[in-house]
């Protein structure tokens, strides 16, 4: 079995801080051995939230690089509540909205950005199912919001 902490770290990885809820939920539900998460944010480690609409203020490429980070909270936000990378089996689904300009038709290439991740860490049990939803803004005008369900190991 891989161990998916030393794989981060073996990948130059650095998770963020967990952010607070920005309103009145909590940043996941787990329901048996499946965690819902709350949509999350690109925000990196050193704290600066990155902010634009994909086609005006960034591009694609940098779209991309944004659900990277995003995963990387994801995975932050996990390790938090179950205190073990390792306690993961599967990414079952990844929602992904991308705050673009009209007639932006590369939703799927930039929440490659999280999907990508998810493959480089996990493996084949880190490539679920997915949606990826055009949006003309998200919250703070942030370029990208992802949500996981995310199925655990037996407690």
């Known amino acids: 079995m891989t161990d998916y902490t030393a794989r981060l770290a ?3 990885y ?4 967990v952010s607070p809820p920005k309103g ?3 940043l996941l539900t787990r329901v048996g051995n499946l965690i819902y998460t709350a949509g999350h944010i690109p ?3 050193n704290g600066a939230l990155i902010t634009g609409k994909v086609g005006v203020d960034l591009t ?3 779209a991309y690089d944004a659900a990277h980070v995003v995963a990387l909270a994801l995975l932050a936000t996990l390790q938090h509540e179950l205190g073990d990378l390792n306690k993961i089996k599967q990414i079952v689904k990844l929602t992904g909205f991308v705050n673009a300009v009209d007639g ?3 939703q799927p290439t ?3 950005g999280a999907s990508d991740t998810f493959a480089k860490v996990f493996g084949d ?3 679920g199912a997915r949606s990826a939803v055009g949006t003309n803004g998200l919250p703070l005008n942030v370029p990208v919001e992802i949500e996981a369900i995310v199925e655990v190991h037996d407690a």
Do not use: M, R, S
């Open 14 to 17: 650095v998770l963020p801080a």
């Open 43 to 45: 925000t990196p480690a």
């Open 24 to 26: 009145n939920y909590k």
């Open 10 to 12: 073996e990948l130059g």
């Open 104 to 106: 932006f038709a590369a």
């Open 60 to 62: 694609t490429e940098q």
């Open 110 to 112: 930039v929440i490659n």
């Open 125 to 127: 049990h880190g490539v």
